[in-house]
Nanobody, 128 residues
Framework: QVQLVESGGGLVQPGGSLRLSCAAS????????MGWFRQAPGKEHEFVAA????????YYADSVKGRFAISGDKAKNTVYLQMNSLKPEDTAVYYC?????????????????????WGQGTQVTVSS
């Protein structure tokens, strides 16, 4: 059974940085696509970033390109989301997601219903 545990959220001022972590168990890097989504109050889940099972293909939402970076540590089985130049509109609960499907198409990464496993989320608040 896949378990994903996010951490690293908190309160940060606009322009600041945070690094989120997602500790994964029950899934192995190289066998799962890994991603991050977020949900702001009153809004639906929104795709943030992901990488493919082989780690070669990386995807970002337009709203975070150039500011956020997704990475993974195979030895620690942990996925990271480095967030820089944070804006108030980045305020949301951030969720880690994983999926083992070998046929994960490029469009699937952006869809919440395509991902099999989810973490419980970590709150990020960007405010002065």
């Amino acid at each position: 059974q896949v378990q994903l545990v996010e951490s690293g959220g908190g309160l940060v001022q606009p322009g600041g940085s945070l690094r989120l972590s997602c500790a994964a168990s029950g899934c192995t890097f190289g066998a799962y696509a890994m991603g991050w989504f977020r949900q702001a109050p009153g809004k639906e889940h929104e795709f943030v970033a992901a990488f493919s099972r082989n780690g070669i293909n990386i995807y970002y939402a337009d709203s975070v390109k150039g500011r956020f970076a997704i990475s993974g540590d195979k030895a620690k089985n942990t996925v990271y989301l480095q967030m820089n130049s944070l804006k108030p509109e980045d305020t949301a609960v951030y969720y880690c997601a994983a999926d083992p499907s070998p046929g994960f198409s490029a469009s699937s990464y952006y869809r919440t219903d395509a991902w099999a496993s989810w973490g419980q989320g970590t709150q990020v608040t960007v405010s002065s």
